[in-house]
Nanobody, 124 residues
Framework: QVQLRESGGGLVQAGGSLRLSCAASGRTSSGIAMGWSRQAPGKEREFVTAINWSGSRTYYADSVKGRFTISRDNAKNTVYLQMNSLKPEDTAVYSC?????????????????WGQGTQVTVSS
């Protein structure tokens, strides 16, 4: 089992930046692929980014490509999501996900473990 805890959400003006963190605990010695999804009120969940175990491969949804960057520090069992040039439409609850896999997993269905989420609000 893997437990995930997100942090770093908050309120920011359009054009601003935020960095989310997701700390993993539990059985983290095996290869773990990680990712982030988001869900805005009244909208379906959108899977936005993922990273493989080594950090050598990443995936981004078109909606965030060029603005968001995912990275990880395996020594700290932590994955980061740097969000730049934020837009009001980025407002959502952002949730971290993990799976026992070494490849990059590009869909939410591939993940077995999820965090509680952190709210990101971008004002116009």
């Amino acid at each position: 089992q893997v437990q995930l805890r997100e942090s770093g959400g908050g309120l920011v003006q359009a054009g601003g930046s935020l960095r989310l963190s997701c700390a993993a605990s539990g059985r983290t010695s095996s290869g773990i692929a990680m990712g982030w999804s988001r869900q805005a009120p009244g909208k379906e969940r959108e899977f936005v980014t993922a990273i493989n175990w080594s950090g050598s491969r990443t995936y981004y949804a078109d909606s965030v490509k060029g603005r968001f960057t995912i990275s990880r520090d395996n020594a700290k069992n932590t994955v980061y999501l740097q969000m730049n040039s934020l837009k009001p439409e980025d407002t959502a609850v952002y949730s971290c996900a993990a799976a026992y896999a070494t490849a990059v997993l590009t869909a939410a269905a591939g993940y077995a473990f999820w965090g509680q989420g952190t709210q990101v609000t971008v004002s116009s």
